[in-house]
Nanobody, 126 residues
């Protein structure tokens, strides 16, 4: 079993930055691809970014490319999402997820993930 816990959300002004963290406990961290998804009120959950278990490959939604960066620290069992140049449309609950040996394109599909965190709210004010 894998447990995921997100932290780092909050209220930020447009143009600002936030770093989200996702701490993983349970089974070996290195065996899982990790992803970030978000869900705004009244909208479907959408893919934001993902990283393979090796950390060698990363993937981003077009809407966040060049603004967000996903990274992982296997020694700390933690994955990060650095969000820069935030926009009001980035407001959402952000979820961390783990997928067994996840690779492209499976890492972009929410239904392919095996474990989910409870989410952390990010609100960007204009």
């Amino acid at each position: 079993q894998v447990q995921l816990g997100e932290s780092g959300g909050g209220l930020v002004q447009a143009g600002g930055s936030v770093r989200l963290s996702c701490a993983r406990s349970g089974r070996t961290f290195g065996s899982y691809g990790m992803g970030w998804f978000r869900q705004a009120p009244g909208k479907e959950r959408e893919f934001v970014a993902a990283i393979t278990w090796s950390g060698h490959s990363t993937y981003y939604a077009d809407s966040v490319k060049s603004r967000f960066t996903i990274s992982s620290d296997n020694a700390k069992n933690t994955v990060y999402l650095q969000m820069n140049s935030l926009k009001p449309e980035d407001t959402a609950v952000y979820y961390c997820a783990a997928q067994r040996e996840g690779y492209w394109p499976d890492l972009t599909y929410a239904y392919k993930y095996n474990y989910w965190g409870r989410g952390t709210q990010v609100t960007v004010s204009s």
